[in-house]
T-cell receptor
Framework: KQEVTQIPAALSVPEGENLVLNCSFT??????LQWFRQDPGKGLTSLLL?????REQTSGRLNASLDKSSGRSTLYIAASQPGDSATYLC?????????FGEGTQLTVNP | DADVTQTPRNRITKTGKRIMLECSQT?????MYWYRQDPGLGLQLIYY???????NKGEISDGYSVSRQAQAKFSLSLESAIPNQTALYFC????????????FGEGSRLTVL
């Protein structure tokens, strides 16, 4: 059974700081890994999707990497802004279903 | 308009009542999913459907049922609601195959008293 862990559970940083969120998974036989953002009481918004054959994906200030062999993915956020405050979740696709981590709650302080 | 629409967005009901949560999508995707989100437990898969004639149980299907009325519509029912079904429910869709992004609705917050 696939298990997904996100560390840390919560993170508070000052505005402008570069930061890294971590996602680890137990079964390396995956199709892809997706990072989401969730604002309080809202749905999940897809940020980046990395296919199993890819090492990284970039979108604006966001960069996600994938190392299947070690069962790890990182989401790098450059020059963080207060508007980046949200919960970030990763989800691993192992076939018919996705397994989600519990998320990292990020607070960026002005 | 949102690509994935859930109704109702909020619902308060009593124990024993039947509740239906509806989901419709305009993305033309074949695959649709229902998830439940609880604090500290992350998202758990309730049911999923790969096309109109295909329904599959997820991790926590007990106490729930679904109906795929059309490619664009997937509803979740609680036949007899109980308080521990109080949660935030999400519908999601993705295209066929295992390479597509998952798109979520805004969620339906259900409270069972």
């Amino acid at each position: 059974k696939q298990e997904v862990t996100q560390i840390p559970a919560a993170l508070s940083v000052p505005e402008g700081e570069n930061l890294v969120l971590n996602c680890s998974f137990t079964d390396s036989a995956i199709y892809n890994l997706q990072w989401f953002r969730q604002d309080p009481g809202k749905g999940l918004t897809s940020l980046l999707l990395i296919q199993s054959s890819q090492r990284e994906q970039t979108s604006g200030r966001l960069n996600a990497s994938l190392d299947k062999s070690s069962g790890r993915s990182t989401l790098y956020i450059a020059a963080s802004q207060p508007g980046d405050s949200a919960t970030y979740l990763c989800a691993v696709d192992s076939g018919s279903r996705l397994t989600f981590g519990e998320g990292t709650q990020l607070t960026v302080n002005p | 308009d949102a690509d994935v629409t859930q109704t109702p967005r909020n619902r308060i009901t009593k124990t024993g009542k039947r509740i239906m949560l509806e989901c419709s999508q305009t993305k033309g995707h074949d695959r649709m999913y229902w998830y439940r989100q609880d604090p500290g437990l992350g998202l758990q898969l309730i049911y999923y459907s790969f096309d109109v004639k295909d329904i599959n149980k997820g991790e926590i299907s007990d106490g729930y049922s679904v109906s795929r009325q059309a490619q664009a519509k997937f509803s979740l029912s609680l036949e007899s609601a109980i308080p521990n079904q109080t949660a935030l429910y999400f519908c999601a869709t993705r295209s066929s195959g295992n390479t597509g992004e998952l798109f979520f609705g805004e969620g339906s917050r259900l409270t069972v008293l």
